[in-house]
C-alpha cells in the first residue's frame, strides 16, 4: 500500500530564517505530487505541483520554491522566512492515470510558526 | 480552471440528525467528484467520491449524489456521531489538480 510522510510534524522558526520541508511517498512510482498552504480556520491554497522529476508549476508568487530531487520527494524551501509563511503545509499525492490529478491523497502535515 | 463553491460554511446538528453540504462546479468536462474529512491538527482524508457516469454513491452513514445537469453534488450525513465533527472539502478535477470548496465545518452536538 501506499504512503505519504511529511517532516518535521511542527517547526518554529524566526523571519529571516530559512525553510526545508519534506514530503516523500512509498508504494507508488511516477506520482503527481502537491504542496499546499492551510491558514488557520481558512481553506487549501495549492502552492506548487509537479507531474514528474524536475516538473514544477508554481501556482501562487511568493518567496517559496519547490524542487523534486527523485521521482517520490519533494521539497519545500525558502530562502527567508516571513511572518506571512506561518500555516498547516500539507503534502499530497496521486497517481498519474493518463495526466489527470484526481484521488489526491494527503500526508500529515507541517504546522509552520513563524515569529 | 474549475470553479467550486461550497456551501454551507458552517453547519451544526443534533446527534443522531443528518448533515447535508452542497458544492456546485463550472467545468461541465469534469467526471470525478471527491469528498475529504479533516479533523484537526491533521491532513484532508479521502471519505468518499463519485464519478459522472452514477448518480449516487453510498458507503455505510455517508452518501454523495450528482447532478450533472445542474452541476452539482452534495455529500449526505445519516445519524450522526460526535466523531462526524470536523471540516469537510468537496472537490472538482482541474488539468493536473483539483479545485477545493472553501469547507464547511461540521458540528453534531451531543
Known amino acids: 500500500s501506499q504512503t505519504i510522510h511529511q517532516w518535521p510534524a511542527t517547526l518554529v522558526q524566526p523571519v529571516g530564517s530559512p525553510l526545508s520541508l519534506e514530503c516523500t511517498v512509498e508504494?507508488?512510482?511516477?506520482?503527481?505530487l502537491y504542496w499546499y498552504r492551510q491558514a488557520a480556520g481558512r481553506g487549501l491554497q495549492l502552492l506548487f505541483y509537479?507531474?514528474?522529476?524536475?516538473?514544477i508549476s508554481s501556482e501562487v508568487p511568493q518567496n517559496l520554491s519547490a524542487s523534486r530531487p527523485q521521482d517520490r520527494q519533494f521539497i519545500l524551501s525558502s530562502k527567508k522566512l516571513l511572518l506571512s509563511d506561518s500555516g498547516f503545509y500539507l503534502c499530497?499525492?496521486?497517481?498519474?492515470?493518463?495526466?489527470?490529478?484526481?484521488?489526491?491523497?494527503f500526508g500529515p502535515g507541517t504546522r509552520l510558526t513563524v515569529l | 480552471g474549475e470553479n467550486v463553491e461550497q456551501h454551507p460554511s458552517t453547519l451544526s446538528v443534533q446527534e443522531g440528525d443528518s448533515a447535508v453540504i452542497k458544492c456546485t462546479y463550472s467545468?461541465?468536462?469534469?467526471?470525478?467528484f471527491p469528498w475529504y474529512k479533516q479533523e484537526l491538527g491533521k491532513g484532508p482524508q479521502l471519505i468518499i467520491d463519485?464519478?459522472?457516469?452514477?448518480g449516487e454513491k453510498k458507503d455505510q452513514r455517508i452518501a454523495v449524489t450528482l447532478n450533472k445537469t445542474a452541476k452539482h453534488f452534495s455529500l449526505h450525513i445519516t445519524e450522526t456521531q460526535p466523531e462526524d465533527s470536523a471540516v469537510y472539502f468537496c472537490?472538482?478535477?482541474?488539468?493536473?489538480?483539483?479545485?477545493f470548496g472553501a469547507g464547511t465545518t461540521v458540528t453534531v452536538r451531543a
Open positions: 499530497a499525492w496521486s497517481p498519474d492515470l493518463a495526466g489527470h490529478g484526481e484521488e489526491q491523497f
Open positions: 508504494g507508488t512510482s511516477n506520482p503527481n
Open positions: 509537479s507531474v514528474g522529476i524536475g516538473q
Open positions: 467545468d461541465s468536462a469534469s467526471n470525478y
Open positions: 463519485i464519478r459522472s457516469n452514477v
Open positions: 472537490a472538482a478535477p482541474s488539468d493536473y489538480k483539483l479545485s
